[in-house]
């Protein structure tokens, strides 16, 4: 198999492939069994400021005080009572594990969680992955206010840890390119992973209620991070990790083309098994044997918008025959 080493987040991976945070990244056990396929790198699953504080009040609902000091107790008992369970997570994965092994925190505010910080980084975590939404669908708040909550949370976690931190983002922005260098500028982040795969409701129309989209992804999924891959690999220096529809090596490499530095997958892991894995390792040695190159950096960013002969391509939003290969 060719040599796919490549840097991440200021991190050597053995290969780009990197388990996305999610359940096959929730336990020791399951972890054993994706480091047996020697991905690249791998990113608990998410501990979520929101369920912190969601257990937190379950708890001071669940017993009776009788002064206030007793509502403080409760309530920090609970939250590190759940951030305990984590460290020991990050710690035993750490004990076996003989890649990088990145924490990820889910996070609305930077309050809470904060705290917990530099316990996660003392527990071993090589870097730590911020997964922050922001859907703006309070009409009376703007852009910049929105935005304004990257930048808060980042600047504390940059001041509280020394580890790599990286940046789970979603692709809502009235002016996404700005943003995103905005947020490369900051010095606040080693990475972007492009972009956070929201949750969406449905209609069951059957029942006439509410229900959840499909949670999975599919192949059909990425063009539009590849667009946006490939206009801004040459315009930022933090490292780009791309992820939702990579569901082959080909797919991966198609990002590596546009200049990522690794793919995250996850969704085809629980549609075929761990040993996509392989595959994707399999599909971009092959591809590289046949290209005769001997490393990823041979090709990473190749057909990036700064490279291509017509860039606008990357730029087009309308379907027009000279752009399209669908008639």
């Known amino acids: 198999m060719k040599e796919m080493k490549t840097t991440y987040a200021g991190i050597t991976l053995s290969n780009p492939i990197i388990v996305a945070s999610s359940g096959l990244t929730g336990n020791i056990d399951s972890i054993k069994k994706v480091m047996e396929k020697e991905p690249g790198a791998i990113i608990l699953k998410s501990l979520f400021e929101e369920q912190i504080m969601v257990d937190s009040q379950m708890g001071l609902s669940m017993n009776q005080y009788d002064y206030p000091e007793s509502a403080d107790y409760i309530l920090n008992y609970t939250k590190s009572h759940t951030i305990g369970k984590y460290l020991e997570m990050i710690e035993s994965a750490k004990k076996i594990s003989s890649i990088p092994v990145f924490a990820s925190i889910n996070c609305v505010t930077g309050n809470e969680w904060i705290q917990f910080a530099k316990k996660i980084e003392n527990a071993g975590a090589d870097a730590i992955e911020l997964n922050i939404s922001i859907l703006p669908t309070n009409p009376k708040i703007g852009a910049e206010e929105n935005e304004k909550n990257y930048f808060d949370i980042l600047e504390k976690i940059h001041n509280t840890v020394r580890i790599p931190v990286t940046l789970k983002m979603s692709n809502s922005s009235s002016a996404l390119a700005a943003l995103l260098l905005k947020l490369d500028w900051s010095g606040y982040i080693k990475g972007l992973v492009m972009f956070n795969r929201h949750y969406c409701p449905d209609i069951d129309i059957a029942n006439m209620k509410l229900s959840s989209a499909p949670v999975f992804s599919t192949q059909a999924d990425y063009p539009e ?103």
Request: positive net charge.
């Open 225 to 327: 991070t590849l667009r946006w891959v490939a206009l801004m690999s040459d315009k930022i220096k933090c490292d780009i990790s791309a992820t939702t529809g990579i569901h082959d090596g080909k797919t991966a490499i198609k990002f590596l083309l546009a200049g990522a530095k690794t793919v995250q997958v996850a969704s085809i892991l629980y549609k075929k098994g761990l040993d996509g894995i392989t595959e994707m390792k399999k599909d971009i040695s092959d591809w590289m044997e046949s290209k005769n190159f001997k490393s990823i950096e041979d090709f990473r960013g190749k057909l990036s918008m700064e490279k291509i002969e017509n860039p606008a391509v990357f730029e087009r939003v309308q379907f027009m025959k000279y752009f399209s290969t669908v008639e």
